[in-house]
């Protein structure tokens, strides 16, 4: 957020790397200038390199504050965020808009709007392609640039995705009811802050900001979706066999911590695991579908997904023959679906590590069959196969499809 000063300084000083300005026209409540392509060029350009700030309603040349009339800053304001959600991929979310008024050179009130853009997790393409700052212009990314911004952000895996800062946090991102969790009981504050570094759920950004790292957001913040575009499951039941609105029987969105997400999925599925039963010689029930291999396929998508995949959710649907889970990001590794039973390899290590040291309820321990959210055996697969086949007599089936992995586990027939 800035004051008045801040704006002025930043005015005196002129355009640079992080810093400019605009002029902008509105006829008939519509924008007019600056042009959506080329603003969203400069946004892109500022996500790509160290961030930065764009000034509306001043002149470059000559630098002069023209001012924007205060009944059109609304429609400004929606302009502005429609251009960073729609006109950029992926959109861009780190970003704090405001308005402020300033006294000019000739002493008179004026009113300017300003955006904050954040240095980005991912890289961010818009109208002319991969932009960044230089100066004060946009230039292309060539394709050695890309490459090693790409590595400096993890989407090389040469730093895993979940230990990344992620942009607009702080330490009071982590909430204390979920991040106690993974500290030693009365420990003072410096000292916790000391843990959750130690423990990478804190980190330092490029220019030594502690921040919350991806991790973090995701196990100690109720709604990390606000932080990490599309880090919730999404879970739809259906009463046929295909995706039809007609049939739709339930659809819920679960967003809380990983391991509630876990936790609110696999209640979803136990809630329309159908159950037969006959009495030939006693009542012998008959799921359609083994809830600890249920519960070990959610736990799978949930940490190995790629989270850098900004556009994509995992995603649950239950059919009335079929359950598919669909998880975004390819194997890794080197991993391929025919050595997922007898390889184990974690992309999110530190996302593994804290979910096997929370504890299940024991109500749901029974129906998962262990005691940890996650045991670290390397065992996922082969219940999830063992026990599905069982049931059903058909094996699950593993595919690629694209950047994303899909299990297939088939319904037991009713006795």
Known sequence: MLNAAQILEKIRTGE????????????????????????????????????????????????????????????????????????????????????????????????LVYVEIERSLWLHKSKKGYLYRHGDSNRPMSSEHLLRVGQSRSQARIMPFDEQAVPGTGKDTLQIPFYQRFLKEHVSDSEAEEILIKRRLLVKDDK?????????????????????????????????????????????????????????????????????????VGREEKPQYSMRA??????????????????????????????????????????????????QVTRNEILARLLSEIKLEDSMAGRAGRGYFLERRGEGVGIILRESERLSGKTPVYKLLGEELLLTVYAAEPH
């Open 16 to 111: 640079n790397s992080g810093v400019d300005f605009k002029e902008v026209r509105i006829g008939n409540d519509k924008v007019t200038d600056p042009r959506r392509d080329d603003l969203s060029d400069d946004v892109a350009a500022f996500a790509n390199h160290y961030g930065g700030t764009i000034i509306f309603g001043v002149a470059d040349k000559p630098r002069q504050i023209i001012g924007i009339d205060p009944s059109k800053i609304t429609i400004l304001n929606r302009y502005i965020s429609e251009i960073c959600r729609d006109s950029i991929v992926p959109p861009v979310v780190y970003f704090y808009l405001d308005s402020v008024q300033v006294v000019d050179e000739a002493g008179e009130d004026k009113y």
């Open 208 to 280: 030594g900001d502690l921040r919350a790292s991806v991790a973090g957001v995701l196990m100690c913040h109720n709604k990390p979706d606000n932080y990490l575009y599309n880090s919730f499951i999404q879970a739809v039941c259906y009463g046929g066999k295909t995706k039809d609105a007609n049939y739709q029987l339930d659809a819920k969105d679960f967003s809380g911590t990983l391991d509630q997400q876990i936790v609110d999925a696999f209640s979803f599925v136990t809630r329309y695991n159908k159950v037969s039963a006959r009495k030939e």
């Open 294 to 343: 249920v519960f070990e396929a959610l736990v799978n998508a949930v940490v190995h997904r790629d989270y850098s995949k900004h556009g994509s959710k995992i995603r649950l649907f239950m059919f009335a023959d079929r359950l598919e889970i669909y998880s975004p990001g390819e194997l890794a590794n080197m991993l391929t679906v025919d050595s997922l039973p007898f390889n």
